[in-house]
């Protein structure tokens, strides 16, 4: 029933593609309201699928590293792997600009999508949860 309200199936998790523009805390607030996080991003596979859905516009995902020492971390407790991340920030970026960037949007329809931006900033935003039945 999940998939009728709009939620996206891709290898075991259901991603929402938000239609309304939020700042980065109110997003991440709204997935958890939605039993899910702004998305992390594992794989080649799971950031085409995403960048393809995204078809050009820019979304919020759930990496930030805002409340940190200033380490890029996942909102959703995926271990943030930064050899591994390199392939999918745009050429440049981040590049703290303003000093004053500190969360991350799928800006582009590229494997190289990731920009960072300010947090204060709204944009549409990608939840992510995993598929657990909620009915016995
Ligand atoms: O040129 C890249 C640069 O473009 C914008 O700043 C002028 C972006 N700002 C926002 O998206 C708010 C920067 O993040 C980006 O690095
Ligand atoms: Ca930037």
Redo the contacts with the bound molecule.
């Keep these: 029933q999940v998939v009728s309200q709009g939620w996206k199936h891709f290898r075991g998790h259901f991603y929402y593609f938000s239609q309304i523009p939020k700042t980065w805390y109110s997003a991440q607030q709204i997935c958890i309201s939605r039993n899910s996080h702004l998305t992390s991003v594992t794989s080649e596979s799971e950031q085409e699928f995403l960048y393809r859905t995204a078809g050009g516009l820019p979304y919020w995902i759930g990496l930030t590293k805002a409340g940190s020492e200033g380490d890029w971390h996942w909102v959703d407790g995926t271990p943030y792997n930064k050899v591994q991340s390199e392939k999918f920030w745009i050429p ?2 981040p ?1 703290n ?1 303003g000093n004053n ?1 500190h969360c991350v949007n799928l800006k582009t329809s590229a494997l190289r999508s990731w ?4 947090c204060d ?1 709204t944009f549409l935003f990608i939840c992510k949860r995993s598929y657990k039945p909620s009915e016995p």
């Excluded at 920009?115 to 300010?118: G, K, Q, T, V, W």
């Design positions: 440049g970026e590049n600009y960037e920009n960072d931006a300010s900033n």
